[in-house]
C-alpha cells in the first residue's frame, strides 16, 4: 500500500506559477510510473500529465503542453508538478497518481492510488 500526499495549492492570479508536490510513503513509489489529474466543479476527472518511473518519459495533456512540466525525486520518493502561466481554466482540484504495473497512461483506472487532492484556484 502507498499513501500519497499532494501539496501546494493554493490562490494564485492568472500568468502566475505554482510547484505542486506528492509525497509517497514507501520507496517502491520510485518503481511505479505516476500521473498528476484535476477535477473542475461540475467536470469529470482528466488527466494533466504523467511520468515513467525513472523520469524519463513524460507524457501531457495538450491543454497544458508547454506550460507544466512534471517531475519526481525518487531519492525523495516525491514528484512534482510545475505549472507556469496559469490560466483561470486551470482552476481544479489536483490528484497525484501512482501505477504500480505499466507505464504512463492517460486513463485514470489504470492506476492503484490516489492521494486526496489539492486545490488550485487561479484568478482572473
Known amino acids: 500500500q502507498v499513501q500519497l500526499v499532494e501539496s501546494g495549492g493554493t490562490l494564485v492570479h492568472a500568468g502566475g506559477s505554482l510547484r505542486l508536490s506528492c509525497a509517497a510513503s514507501r520507496r517502491t513509489f520510485s518503481n511505479y510510473a505516476m500521473g498528476w489529474f484535476r477535477q473542475a466543479p461540475g467536470k469529470e476527472r482528466e488527466f494533466v500529465a504523467g511520468?515513467?518511473?525513472?523520469?524519463?518519459?513524460?507524457y501531457y495533456a495538450d491543454s497544458v503542453k508547454g506550460r507544466f512540466t512534471i517531475s519526481r525525486d525518487n531519492a525523495k520518493n516525491t514528484g512534482y508538478l510545475q505549472m507556469n502561466s496559469l490560466k483561470a481554466e486551470d482552476t481544479a482540484v489536483y490528484y497525484c497518481?501512482?501505477?504500480?504495473?505499466?507505464?504512463?497512461?492517460?486513463?485514470?483506472?489504470?492506476?492503484?492510488?490516489w492521494g486526496q487532492g489539492t486545490q488550485v484556484t487561479v484568478s482572473s
Open positions: 497518481a501512482a501505477r504500480s504495473n505499466g507505464g504512463v497512461d492517460a486513463l485514470s483506472h489504470y492506476y492503484d492510488y
Open positions: 511520468i515513467s518511473w525513472s523520469g524519463g518519459t513524460t
